[in-house]
């Protein structure tokens, strides 16, 4: 446009209202859902807001000797960390079940505090991929009966791809199967060249991934349900964890994939539902994790995760709106509150009991 | 037998005899009772509200002044109401442009035909568009696709436009053609909304949003019914609409004779006694033989007349040779035969014996009636014959075979042979041809024959003809189905005619030259796009053979009763009418779950390079065809229903046995076997409905969707039809009466 009267509407749209608009309702969305979260979920009911079926671990991390991916001093050659680790099951309190299961790991040995921690789930894709698809996912989630997903599934192709990529039912274990972080983080190396890095978890000793459904149907999917005559208990692969871990210890991979910024980025980069081609961006190994002895329930359930333990050359990436891919994270890093309120609530209420094991099956409560 | 000669028997003596004044009288007849179109609007003139409206009974028309009053205060609503539609639509245009920066979101889904039992077939290239409307009423335009072969669709757009704020709501479209035109003598298509759903915009999210399988009541086929036909809801869901000048036609002709009917039935209803059938004749307008009788009395009754008629009228009957008498022809209309029929109206077999005149007219030598001619008897195999001699029975016998002719052209050539046949091809059409430029060439020809057949289930089949001819609705549904059974488009042709004469064979065959010529240019033309949409074809023979009733009395639910004489007569019927209806009982037709269908395939190959080397050839032979019954056809009876059906005495849907001994061979004084004074105002509202509201002619293209090659091609026989006694100008592009 040549002159100012010629500004129209839609322009002031597109450079005022969305912009600022966009970002405003982003923070409102973020705020609301953390408070929400902490009010009706975590505090009073003592949960995490998905993962409450886990187990804890320690052990160390060492940084590979010789590098591929770009350097960074916080990933120096063979520099060591201790960790923590948690394993989990989303979201039944029911091992046997089809659920996404997941690690999460702190290099610290603290249940809290640490100078990073990376949140990972099995399948290489997502349920969602922005806030206003975690929003629309948060509100769908109808769980009853040991089915959760079938109302946002019907609705979001996408969503249920990625439960049939992340469902595990019968692993063998939770060391053998592979698990994604999904969302991308800020790398910013020691060249100073702005890149994006995605982080993932294999067995070190290539053992073959557990757990993985045969091309089940959409129905089939939706029903997470443990199957008739199951003979496994409720907290089996925990158990199977303890064992492994007092038997033979565990050894796992952690490796990182990089894409090197560009000004104009296509914002699918930033997608989860997408996978960063591997030709293009291979998966280079960060360091090898040795786990040695796991957690009692207590710790473990106290041990904690958040994407804002990051260093901040390797943080969360800003987000302009809540159809923002990069709004996930934005989301995850303002649910601070959460946690605390969890936390909180075990000063004020006392622990929650273990797990049991019983037949009170497909159940997301303790069912004593 | 009575011996009393009518008036008009007495009269023929005064006559003119010599050929040529006959025939300058019947000439100016023609003229004068030729019926004319002038379209315009009446102010505080009775209305009619809608085709749908017309009922047997008194139809909703207006006619008391406050009524009248009342109905002009909402036309002028009407008109404010439209005047702020339009006011709208120029307001908030819909814009062709794509309002879309980046696409990052799809929605998704499947569409099928709805079934009654499960899922129907998916369908394909539908037209798919995603709109929006702002706070302020603007329309956005986010996306647009059709669906693919599968029915599968994935519309593209962009996330952030149809999330804005300045959105308040979004539309999900499901787009049909409406209409076809011809705009520089290419074929343009019109989407028109066919269904919009409202999406709740906050469920879009990004990437797919599944809109899972739409099942879609879109030209359904009806379930149940005795033939391949669309589900039309009286709710208004209806597959298509009748177009406005259409709707405005029909209203302007019917009017007049719609009062008169409804005087009568008034009578009917207050004084009986009071109303007389010629009285009733009187009041709607002069037809053909009314005209004729009245310059030359008595000459529609006798044996000239009615070979004329028989061969050139709207009957246009079907000639077998005789096996053995040279020049001799037989014309068989068959009686009840073995359908569902009442005891008040007689329909006995009629086989009438021609010997050819000199001038090529046949003349009548015999005429065999089979079955009851009175309340008495109940032999239906009793047989007997009269010849000229047999006065008066002869002339009795005369009108019996009129009344059968009329009946069976009506109920077998007229609604199952053109309506019912044209829209097994319409449904197929609509279904399936979408991208393929075929479309074009068929729609405009199969354009509301699917809701005119809707109407004339109710107000023909399920009303006046079930209730003014010897068979029930039931009787009725099952004759026409059987018919349908004869209806092929591989191998017919028109009818060869048999003498110099033969006029309506003759004009038959010089518009399937035209039809021909039209459709041979236009599949040439359009040869590429044809083949590259070959898919749609196929899915369009696929329809069609699959809907198809199987051939005629085979499959076990259309089979004769049993016993030797039932089958003879189902043999007979069969052979006679694989000549009427230009049937190859040879060709190997396609078995479809155990069924013979009458329908043959066009093509088996999905696509073009797989198609076999006729079928090319098929898809012309298929598309001639459907256009030929669709027009004219139909035509040909259907403006001949008041000529030969306008004088209640002379012919009518049945005759009554009444209550004397010698039953129907009475003469036509006895009003006792005539049809009853409701059925006769009925008769002749219905002759002058069906006739006179013509609309959407070949030549005057009032819509502007005939393609003009066809038109130019007809024009270019003007005048070698009108040697024929036919005018193209009163030629139907489309069966919608
Ligand atoms: C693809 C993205 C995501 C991944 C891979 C992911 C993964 C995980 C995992 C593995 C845990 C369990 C940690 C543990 O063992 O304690 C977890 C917990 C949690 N996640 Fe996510 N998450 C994602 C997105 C989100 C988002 C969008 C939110 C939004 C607020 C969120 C909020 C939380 C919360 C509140 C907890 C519980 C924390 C606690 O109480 O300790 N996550 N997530
Ligand atoms: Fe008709």
């Known amino acids: ?368 | 037998m009575s011996k009393t000669k009518t008036s008009a028997e007495a009269a023929i003596s005064s006559a003119p005899t010599d050929e040529a004044s006959i025939r300058e009288i019947i000439d100016k007849c023609k003229r004068e009772t030729r019926i004319e179109y002038h379209y315009g609007d009446g102010f505080f003139k009775p209305r009619m509200r809608g085709i749908n409206h017309l009922e047997l009974g008194r139809s909703k028309i207006i006619s008391s002044p406050i009524t009248i009053l009342i109905e002009w205060l909402y036309v002028q609503w009407k008109r404010v109401r439209d005047f702020f539609g339009d006011l709208g639509k120029r307001l908030f245009p819909r814009e062709g442009r794509v309002w879309c920066d980046r696409v990052d979101s799809h929605l998704a889904g499947q569409t099928i035909f709805a079934g009654d039992r499960g899922d129907g077939a998916p369908i394909h290239h539908l037209h798919l568009e995603f709109w929006g409307r702002t706070w302020l009423g603007h329309w956005r335009k986010f996306g647009e696709t059709k669906t693919d072969k599968e029915g599968y669709f994935r519309l593209p757009f962009d996330l952030r436009q149809a999330r804005r704020l300045w959105v308040r709501r979004v539309y999900f479209e499901i787009q049909t053609t409406t209409r076809v035109y011809f705009h520089e003598g290419k074929p343009r298509f019109h989407f028109d909304v066919w269904r919009r759903v409202e999406l709740p915009k906050g469920d879009l999210i990004g990437m797919d949003y599944n809109l899972r399988t739409i099942r879609l009541d879109f030209w359904r086929y009806r379930e149940g019914a005795y033939t391949p036909r669309a589900k039309v809801n009286a709710s208004g869901d209806e597959p298509e609409h009748y177009s406005q000048g259409r709707i405005d036609a029909l209203m302007e002709q019917v009017i007049p004779i719609e009062l008169t009917k409804i005087k009568h039935l008034d009578q009917i209803e207050l004084d009986p006694g009071s109303l007389t059938i010629p009285e009733i004749q009187a009041d709607y307008p002069m037809n053909l033989t009314t005209c004729i009788e009245k310059h030359l009395p008595g000459y529609t009754r006798g044996d000239e007349w009615f070979g004329e008629r028989m061969m050139n009228g709207m009957n246009r009957g079907t000639f077998q040779p005789d096996a053995k008498k040279k020049g001799h022809y037989w014309i068989h209309y068959f009686g009840r035969c073995w359908y569902e029929s009442n005891d008040v109206y007689a329909l006995p077999d009629v086989d009438i014996l021609f010997k050819l005149k000199k001038n090529g007219l046949p003349e009548p030598v015999e005429i065999h009636l089979t079955g009851k001619l009175n309340s008495h008897e109940h032999d239906p195999w009793k047989k007997r014959v009269y010849t000229p001699k047999d006065e008066p029975d002869w002339t009795y016998a005369k009108r019996v075979a009129r009344v059968n002719g009329a009946f069976n052209t009506e109920v077998e050539e007229h609604f199952a042979g053109t309506h019912l046949n044209s829209e097994q091809f319409a449904v197929a059409c609509y279904r399936n041809l979408k991208l393929n430029p075929v479309a074009a060439l068929l729609m405009p020809h199969l354009k509301e024959v699917s809701l005119i057949d809707h109407a004339a289930d109710k107000t023909l089949i399920g009303g006046y003809i079930a209730a003014a001819t010897a068979l029930t609705k039931e009787g009725l549904e099952q004759r026409t189905r059987d018919i349908m059974g004869m209806q092929d488009w591989k191998g017919w042709k028109p009818m060869t005619p048999i003498s110099k004469a033969h006029s309506c064979a003759k004009a038959e065959a010089l518009f399937w030259d035209v039809v021909g010529g039209y459709v041979d240019r236009f599949v040439e033309d359009w040869k590429d796009e044809i083949q590259k949409h070959w898919f749609e074809i196929y899915c369009f023979s696929e329809d069609l053979v699959n809907h198809a009733v199987p051939v005629a009395f085979t499959a076990p639910q259309d089979a004769p009763p049993k016993g030797a004489k039932w089958k003879a007569l189902a043999d007979r019927r069969f052979e006679y009418y694989c000549q009427q209806y230009s049937f190859d009982p040879t060709l190997e037709r396609p078995v479809v779950n155990g069924e013979r269908k009458a329908i043959s395939r066009i093509t088996a190959a999905k696509s073009f390079h797989e198609a076999g080397k006729e079928d090319w050839q098929n898809l012309k032979d298929a598309c001639r065809y459907a256009i030929m019954m669709a027009t004219y056809m139909h035509t040909w009876i259907n403006e001949h229903q008041y000529d030969d059906l306008g004088e209640i005495l002379y012919s009518c849907g049945g005759l009554r046995y009444g209550e004397k001994p010698e039953g129907i061979m009475a003469p036509e004084s006895d009003y006792g076997i005539a049809p009853d004074l409701e059925r006769s105002t009925q008769m002749l509202w219905f002759t002058n409905l069906l006739s006179r509201t013509e609309y959407g002619f070949i030549t005057r293209n009032e819509e502007g969707d005939v393609n003009p090659h066809f038109a130019e091609l007809l024009e270019a026989k003007r005048e070698e039809f009108k040697s024929l006694g036919v005018d193209i100008d009163a030629i139907e592009s489309r069966t919608n009466i």
């Open chain 1, 1 to 368: 446009m040549s002159s100012a009267t010629h500004i129209t509407l839609s322009q002031i749209e597109r450079y005022w209202i969305h912009r600022f608009g966009d970002k405003l309702l982003l923070w409102v969305y973020a705020k609301l859902f953390a408070v929400m979260l902490a009010l009706f979920l975590c505090f009073p009911k003592q949960q995490r807001m998905s993962h409450n079926n886990g187990i804890g671990a320690a052990g160390k991390l060492r940084i590979v000797d010789h590098p591929e991916f770009p350097a960074h001093p916080f990933f120096a050659p063979g520099r060591e960390f201790p960790v923590r680790i948690r394993h989990a099951s989303a979201t039944f309190l029911d091992d046997a079940m089809n659920c996404i299961r997941s690690m999460s790991i702190k290099l610290s040995d603290h249940h809290f505090k640490s100078p990073f921690d990376i949140e990972m789930n099995s399948g290489e894709v997502s349920l969602f991929w922005s806030a206003a698809s975690f929003l629309k996912f948060a509100r769908l989630r109808g769980e009853k009966y040991g089915i959760e997903y079938r109302d946002y599934n019907r609705k979001y192709p996408n969503g249920l791809a990625g439960s049939m990529a992340a469902g595990r039912r019968h692993a063998t274990s939770f060391h053998n199967l592979h698990y994604y972080c999904k969302t991308p983080f800020l790398y910013m190396g020691s060249d100073n060249i702005k890149r994006y890095a995605k982080y993932r978890v294999i067995p070190a000793d290539n053992e073959p991934e557990s757990g993985k459904e045969e091309n089940p149907s959409e129905w089939d999917q939706c029903n997470q349900r443990i199957l008739p005559h199951e003979t496994r208990g409720r907290n089996y692969l925990k158990y199977e964890y303890e064992d492994r871990i007092r038997r033979e210890g565990a050894r796992y991979r952690l490796q990182i994939q990089t894409h090197p910024a560009s000004d104009n980025e296509d914002p699918e980069v930033f997608n989860n539902m997408i996978v960063w081609d591997e030709d293009a961006h291979p998966w280079q190994d960060l360091g090898i994790i040795t786990i040695d002895r796991t957690l009692d329930w207590k710790e473990s359930t106290l041990t904690t995760f958040s994407v804002n333990n990051m260093p901040k050359t390797l943080g969360v990436l800003p987000a302009k709106s809540i159809f923002d891919y990069n709004s996930l994270n934005y989301l995850r890093a303002h649910s601070e509150l959460a946690r605390k309120a969890r936390m909180l609530s075990y000063k004020v209420y006392g622990m929650v009991p273990p797990i049991p094991d019983n037949d009170n099956r497909n159940v997301s409560d303790w069912g004593v």
